[in-house]
């Protein structure tokens, strides 16, 4: 079946959790699903940016249902509180692990303690996700979507230095978070299905996506004229942060998109173009990998996977 980003199936009834729904294209999957008709909860670190986010959505999307909720993914107690209130909330149909960073030269740590982009791209949303899930357990189909990036492709992951105490590269470490986001996003759904849990888990990558190549929505994001003529040497061959959503969005929503998918732009170098379902690199679906990184993560967190093999999940 094709797939319109731009006509997006019926969401009304449903609620979806994006984290860093703040800025860039977690905002633009918020906006996305928002006027599918979900009812969208923007889960950021910044009170102001979220509040801006919520009136700009209600803004471009007449009768959206938006809120928004105070989450930082380095640091798990608020991690852990926001779980606690959406728990409180109800059911979640929908959550996109969004949020993501990119750290500078100095390594630099949550306020758990770990490396700054390993903490907050990869545990901070093993955390959310694993304390989550008896609220997306409780609707029939709960999606879970995670973000990677093509730079896991190159990326090798050293689970005896996962904190980079020894070597420490940005954008290395950065395309290692998202290696561990991946390998976490296909293991997750693995472990779904092995508890027969109806619950999926996808993930998706948004190409090169530029925030000078979107439109204006103040106070989230007004571009200089700068920012505009940088965006248009970019076009060749980079996107929006807008349609950089599209790809997120239909792991989202797509009905026929299977648990263990993973979404991005079709178009020259995977970097813009219609959103596809493709292949992540081999090493992303490595299950020893995957497994040990599990364990590591829930020893680090203190938050342990609830299900049981073969336990039917509660429908
Ligand atoms: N743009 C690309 O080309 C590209 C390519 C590959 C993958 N990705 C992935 O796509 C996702 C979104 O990227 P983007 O380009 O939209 O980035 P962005 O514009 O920098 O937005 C990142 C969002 O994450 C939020 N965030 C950062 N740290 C957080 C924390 N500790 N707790 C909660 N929220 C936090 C930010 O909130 P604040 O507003 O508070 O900073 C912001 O809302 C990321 O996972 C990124 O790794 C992007």
């Known amino acids: 079946m094709s797939w319109n980003p731009t006509h997006l199936p ?66 798990l107690v608020s991690v852990q509180q926001a779980a606690a209130g959406l728990q409180r909330r109800g059911p979640v149909d929908i959550l996109v692990n969004n949020a993501g960073v990119t750290s500078g030269a100095e390594r630099t740590e949550t306020a758990d303690g770990f490396e700054t982009m390993f903490g907050t791209n990869h545990l901070g949303h093993f955390a ?37 105490f020894h070597s420490y590269r940005s954008m290395r470490v950065y395309g290692r978070s998202k290696l561990a986001a991946l390998l976490f996003a296909f293991e997750l759904d693995r472990r779904l299905r092995a508890a027969g849990s109806p619950a999926v888990s996808l993930a998706a990558h948004p190409g090169w996506a530029v925030g000078e190549l979107d439109p ?42 299977a648990g263990g998918r993973y979404y991005g732009p079709g178009g020259v170098g995977k970097l813009k173009g219609a959103p596809v379902a493709q292949r992540a690199a081999d090493h992303a679906y490595d299950h020893s990998v995957a497994a040990r990184l599990w364990d590591i993560s829930e020893t680090l967190t203190g938050v342990c996977w609830p299900l049981k093999e073969e336990e039917p999940a509660k429908r």
């Open 128 to 164: 959310l996700t694993l304390q989550l899930l008896p609220a997306l357990l409780e609707r029939p189909t709960g999606r879970v979507v995670t973000l990677g990036s093509l730079t896991h492709t190159r990326a090798a992951l050293t689970l005896d230095d996962l904190q980079s």
């Open 10 to 75: 019926d969401q009304h009834g449903r609620t979806a959790v994006v984290t860093g729904g703040s800025a860039g294209i977690g905002y633009h999957v918020a906006e996305q699903l928002a006027a599918a008709g979900a009812h969208v909860i923007v889960a950021a670190r910044s009170p102001q940016r979220t509040e801006a986010a919520v009136a700009s959505i209600r803004g471009q999307v007449p009768g959206a249902s938006v809120e928004g909720i105070p989450l930082d993914l380095a640091d």
């Open 216 to 257: 204006a929505r103040p106070p989230v994001w007004s571009p200089t004229t700068a920012q505009r003529l940088r965006g248009a040497a970019l076009a060749l061959m980079a996107q929006s942060k807008q349609r950089g959503a599209w790809p997120v969005v239909r792991a989202a929503l797509d009905p026929l998109a």
